[in-house]
């Protein structure tokens, strides 16, 4: 379930003195956050070089507490008496696995850490989200969710192992997270009986959002670790719009795209709340898209979704006006009598204002401020990553008087056809060119053929930053999510070792982002997934490492020993495509980067044609001994100054010459653009000419 969620690069102050003390911190790659600075779209350090961030979201399993995975029902409910420490690992475990990443190239941490983590009276919602006083607040009862379809949950599913893929999703549209997605973003709009202490519901829920993570905040600046480890915050993480925006409430908004299993309309949601009956319609993927392949009835049976009794073990006080049941009925949006909508644009417009309304600037635009201005009341210049719901544009941030600073873009993108197939096509679909506009038809949106499907994710990505320009700036982007599911094919690579599928999906997600030049951060790294659960959240298996049974002990005693670098590639998936080449610091700026896992061959072009670099300012290149063990096995061709390649901190190290300084620079068209290529000595697997093979 899915009424909120967050995810930052924030830490708890025990396991942030336990990074910032190990020697395998997340700085270890030589990254000097502390001076850190953004110049338009590149992010440089204190000597001017141009940094790169390589990252893995730490991690998925963060969700959901300790032994409380989303298929286990027990200790559900027990919202109230529920601790995330622990997450993401174990303090003792910390040093493997940071190690792990450290070896694997990655210089760059996006740490969840969930709302309901950080305010424990009542954690609840299935993982990803909100505590569960906010249900009670709202007057939801959860325990009537499954009931009423207020929400999908996988705890609840009758049978887990059965839970539909990537299902879960579909809660944004139902009751539960529709109402408090509203309520939170739009509540003085549109629930304005909703009173708690004096002050409309959106704002006390804002006010304790937004002062759980100042808290967190706060402890983080007293340990010290401000800047020099913790650079920044997400606002929030894949925010919803709820109900607002909704033309008309008889029928599936627009704007809801993604449509799986049963699919309520916005009043058969209340309805259902309520206990009336409904006929939903059933949604799923065919081959011209989403589309209707069924009807499914719906009885309560007189259940609702609201809670008959207020809670009173609260300290909040609500006013005589707040609703008891739905809240919508409450305010006129339709007759629970009568079961007729009253208002079918309800949500549709402004009401202050009667302009349609427009939830980034109305909506999202004030919490992304709001949020800001409380986490740098303590942290003065944490960069604020803004986060807009996946595929649609972000707020305008620059264009208002007090514009905010120190932005940074963070948006996600994935690859969705296989994400929710769970199958690596041979064919694929341009969706974001669909949604914007690009095509007249559908038809010419399907991309066919492997060369096809890697320009279109290129493609994709390359719109989603160009984007950012008029609205966020001119500042730098972080992918914030990207990733593949490892269980395609009904899991058969689990079963007889041969992961060709997810190699090529892999690649073809990195090898985009590289064409674009794009920072990211994977989803996701779990350290206690596995090949029957997953991710252990509603069904999900993206991480990059599922650890060996019964040999984690082991593992970590012999992380030591000459071989440890071995040791750590246990347990990594798809390490072909995943463990790529990367310029961690360039004495320039970056003009454009490849790497082929075939041939192993790795190209870096950049600029600087002002000065060479200094003896302790050069170019730092990740080369990963998965794929250039020796420095035999492979060669290195530049065309200007010199190179050394660091073995042991997998570090190729390039000092550019720009030439002389009275030669005529306007009659060389390449004058200061350097290039650098890594080249193996045999291509690893399937030889030349399998990237040319159709998916």
């Not at 109402?179 to 509540?187: C, D, E, H, I, K």
Request: a negative charge; one cysteine or more; hydrophobic letters at 35%.
């Amino acid at each position: 379930m899915l009424p909120f969620k967050h995810a930052n690069k924030d830490l708890s102050e025990e396991t942030l003195m336990k990074l910032s003390n190990s020697s395998t911190t997340i700085t270890t790659l030589a990254m000097d956050y502390e001076s850190l600075w953004l110049d338009g779209k590149w992010i440089k350090d204190s000597t001017d070089r141009t940094l790169m961030f390589r990252g893995v979201n730490l991690s998925g399993s963060s969700k959901c507490p300790p032994n409380i995975p989303s298929h286990e029902p027990q200790g559900f409910y027990d919202h109230r008496n529920v601790s995330f420490v622990g997450r993401p690992f174990p303090l003792e475990e910390a040093d493997q696995h940071l190690t792990r990443l450290k070896h694997w190239g990655f210089n760059f941490l996006r740490f969840i850490v969930t709302w309901e983590a950080l305010e424990h009276q009542g954690p609840f919602s299935g993982g990803s989200g909100a505590p569960g006083w906010t249900f009670d607040l709202a007057g939801l009862d959860m325990k009537k969710f499954n009931a009423t379809d207020a929400a999908i949950v996988h705890n609840t599913y009758h049978n887990p192992k059965n839970f539909p893929k990537m299902v879960w999703s579909t809660n944004y549209y139902k009751l539960a997270s529709a109402t408090m997605f509203t309520l939170f973003y739009a509540g003085k709009l549109y629930a304005e009986k909703c009173i708690v202490d004096g002050v409309n519901i959106q704002d006390y829920l804002q006010s304790h959002y937004c002062d759980a993570y100042k808290t967190l905040a706060t402890k983080i600046c007293e340990a010290g670790l401000h800047d020099s480890l913790v650079i920044g915050y997400d606002s929030m993480n894949e925010p919803s719009w709820g109900f607002v925006g909704a033309k008309d409430l008889n029928h599936i908004p627009d704007h809801q795209e993604y449509r799986r299993g049963r699919t309520p309309t916005p009043f058969q949601a209340m309805l259902l709340g309520e206990g009336n009956a409904c006929t939903l319609q059933v949604w799923d993927i065919t081959w011209y898209g989403f589309g209707v392949v069924g009807t499914e009835h719906i009885d309560p049976k007189g259940v609702t979704a609201w809670c008959e009794n207020e809670p009173n073990d609260y300290p909040w006080k609500k006013a005589p006006e707040f609703p008891k049941g739905c809240i919508w009925a409450a305010h006129g949006v339709w007759d629970k009598e009568t079961k007729t909508i009253l208002c079918p644009d309800y949500f549709a417009k402004n009401p202050h204002t009667g302009e349609p309304i427009n939830w980034s600037q109305d909506c999202y635009k004030p919490l992304v401020t709001r949020y800001a201005e409380c986490i740098r009341s303590v942290h003065q210049d944490a960069i604020m990553f803004v986060q807009p719901p996946i595929l649609e544009l972000p707020p305008d941030m620059i264009n208002s008087p007090n514009s905010l600073k120190r932005l940074m873009y963070s948006p996600h993108w994935y690859d969705g056809l296989t994400l929710t197939q769970k199958k690596f096509n041979w064919y694929n679909v341009d969706v974001l060119g669909i949604k914007r506009g690009k095509y007249r038809s559908h038809l010419n949106a399907i991309k066919i053929g492997n060369h096809a499907i890697r320009k279109n994710f290129s493609e994709q990505i390359g719109m989603t930053i160009s984007e950012q320009v008029n609205l966020v700036g001119d500042v730098p982007c972080v992918i914030g999510e990207i990733g593949i599911p490892y269980d395609l094919d009904n899991r058969k690579a689990y079963e007889d070792g041969d992961y060709t599928q997810q190699i090529k999906a892999m690649d073809a997600n990195l090898q985009a982002l590289e064409s674009n030049l794009a920072n990211y951060t994977l989803w996701t790294y779990v350290p206690d997934n596995n090949n029957e659960w997953g991710d252990q959240w509603n069904g999900e298996d993206l991480s990059i490492y599922s650890p060996p049974e019964n040999n984690l002990e082991k593992i970590h005693s012999m992380m030591s020993t000459p071989d440890s670098h071995q040791i750590l590639d246990i347990g990594g998936r798809a390490l072909e495509s995943l463990l790529r080449p990367f310029p961690i610091k360039t004495n320039g700026e970056p003009l454009s980067i490849s790497f082929d896992p075939y041939k192993k061959i790795f190209k870096y072009r950049f600029k600087n044609e002002k000065s060479n670099p200094e003896k302790s300012t050069p170019t730092e290149i990740y080369l990963p001994r998965f794929h250039y063990p020796e420095r035999d096995d492979f060669s290195i061709t530049f065309f200007s100054g010199y190179a050394d390649f660091e073995r042991d901190r997998q570090l190729l190290l390039y000092w550019h010459d720009i030439g002389d300084s009275s030669d005529d620079r306007s009659l060389n068209p390449n004058f200061g653009i350097h290039e650098i290529i890594v080249e193996f000595k045999k291509p690893l697997i399937g030889g030349e000419g399998m990237w040319d093979d159709c998916c």
